[in-house]
């Protein structure tokens, strides 16, 4: 199975801050990478696939990069809506794990 | 507008079963596949399964294959989760989930979820 560990697992921040996320893959999943937000006692929320395509009705100030075993999930200016927990899956090849998450609050 | 309802959870003994179900509306149900994601108190999410849009292809985590059963009712617009051999680790809220496209792997993510319905496995 392949493992999913994210980088940090918590963060301080300001709005108006760029904030990066990293996610690793303990083998390579090409670009079969998405990322989600989770807002306390929410449904999680579908904010990037495919590693870099932005899922349809979110903010531009979200982007994805990356491929094979390293990605990244960055805010380019965060704003108070922003503060939550961020996710990233794998759907390369099933069981389709998830990292362990990165709690994003306020500094 | 896709919406996912989930119904069937409970309290329920350990070693025991309980079946879930997600009645899907708002979009072409029999050309997506399915998923179901969850979430234990306090935890990470977890996935658990996945079937195809067809239903000819089924997929499970480690931790519930065996014990877990998933279906699909393409003339009813539903999605199931059999459960089995129930067990305090199984406590969770269980997300029922679409996906992104017909297939299961690879796949492109989850794009819209249900409200969740709450597992608890306790004596």
């Known amino acids: 199975d392949i493992q999913m560990t994210q980088s940090p697992s918590s963060l301080s921040a300001s709005v108006g801050d760029r904030v990066t996320i990293t996610c690793r893959a303990s083998q390579s999943i090409s670009s079969y990478l998405n990322w989600y937000q989770q807002k306390p006692g929410k449904a999680p929320k579908l904010l990037i696939y495919a590693a870099s395509s932005l899922q349809s009705g979110v903010p531009s100030r979200f982007s994805g990069s990356g491929s094979g075993t390293d990605f990244t999930l960055t805010i380019s200016s965060l704003q108070p809506e922003d503060f939550a927990t961020y996710y990233c899956q794998q759907t390369y090849s099933a069981p389709f794990t998830f990292g362990p998450g990165t709690k994003v609050d306020i500094k | ?123």
């Not at chain 2, 079963?17 to 179901?36: I, K, P, Q, T, V």
């Not at chain 2, 977890?46 to 014990?67: C, F, L, P, Q």
Request: charged share 15%; hydrophobic share 35%; glycine share 12%.
């Open chain 2, 1 to 123: 507008e896709v919406q996912l309802v989930e119904s069937g959870g409970g309290l329920v003994q350990p070693g025991g079963s309980l079946r879930l179900s997600c009645a899907a509306s708002g979009f072409a149900f029999n050309n997506y596949a399915m998923n179901w994601v969850r979430q234990a108190p306090g935890k990470g999410l977890e996935w658990v399964s996945i079937i195809s849009d067809s239903g000819d292809s089924t997929y499970y985590a480690d931790s519930v294959k065996g014990r877990f059963t998933i279906s699909r009712d393409n003339s009813k617009n539903t999605l199931y989760l059999q459960m089995n051999s129930l067990r305090a680790e199984d406590t969770a809220v269980y997300y029922c989930a679409k996906g992104l496209v017909g297939a299961t792997t690879p796949s492109f993510g989850i794009d819209s979820w249900g409200q969740g319905t709450l597992v608890t496995v306790s004596s």
